[in-house]
C-alpha cells in the first residue's frame, strides 16, 4: 500500500487572524481571558495568536468563532478586492489535528449573507469529527473527487463524485474519506 501523502503546508495569515481576533473580541466587548475561558483554550495561546504568532489549528480558531459567535471565516477572512482568484493551491489553508482533513477558505460571507466556501481535502484513515458551530448553522457540500461519509452524527450519508447533501452544522457531525483522493466543497450557511 502506498504511502499517504503528505499533508499540504499550513498557509495561514496569521497577521489577518490576528486582527480578526482582536477585532472580532472588542466588539463581543470580552477580555482575553474571558473568550480564551469561553473557547477553552489557555489565555498565552490566545496572546500568542492576537501578536500573531503560533500556527493555531482549526480546531483551535473554530472554537474561537463559536465563542465569538461569528462564522469561522470572519477569523481568517482576508481583505478582498472586486476581482478575486483563489488558485487550487492557494488560500488560507488549516489542518486539523485529528485527522487529515484540510480545508481552504475561498469565500467568507459578506456583510449581511453569512455564508463560507470551502475547499477540503480529507485521505482515508481517520474521521474528522466537528464540534457544533453557531446555532443555525447549515452545511451543504458538494463531492468533486472519490467518497466521503459525513453528516450529523449518527444520520452519516456516504457520498460521491457529484453527490450534494445538505445539514445542520450546529450540532455534532464528521467527516470520513472513503477513498483517496477525497474532495469536496462545503458551504456553511449561517443565520
Known sequence: MPDAPAPPPSRLPLGWIAAA???????????????????????????????AGGNPSME??????????VPFGALVE????????????????????QSSFTASLLSAGPQGARRDIY?????PGTVRDSKPHIPGTVEHLVVGAGRVK??????????AAGDYMA?????????????????????MQHV
Open 150 to 159: 459525513a453528516g450529523p452524527t449518527g444520520e452519516q450519508a456516504e457520498l
Open 78 to 97: 482576508p481583505p478582498t478586492s472586486t476581482v478575486r482568484v483563489i488558485r487550487a493551491d492557494e488560500g488560507p489553508t488549516v489542518r486539523s489535528e
Open 60 to 69: 483551535t480558531i473554530w472554537a474561537l468563532a463559536v465563542a465569538l459567535g
Open 119 to 123: 475547499r477540503v481535502r480529507l485521505e
Open 167 to 187: 445539514y445542520p452544522g450546529d450540532v455534532p457531525h464528521s467527516y470520513e474519506a472513503l477513498a483517496p483522493g477525497t474532495a469536496f466543497v462545503l458551504i
Open 21 to 51: 481576533l482582536r477585532r472580532e473580541r472588542t466588539r463581543a466587548g470580552l477580555t482575553l481571558s474571558e473568550l480564551a475561558k469561553r473557547a477553552g483554550i489557555a489565555k498565552s495561546t490566545l496572546s500568542q495568536l492576537e501578536a
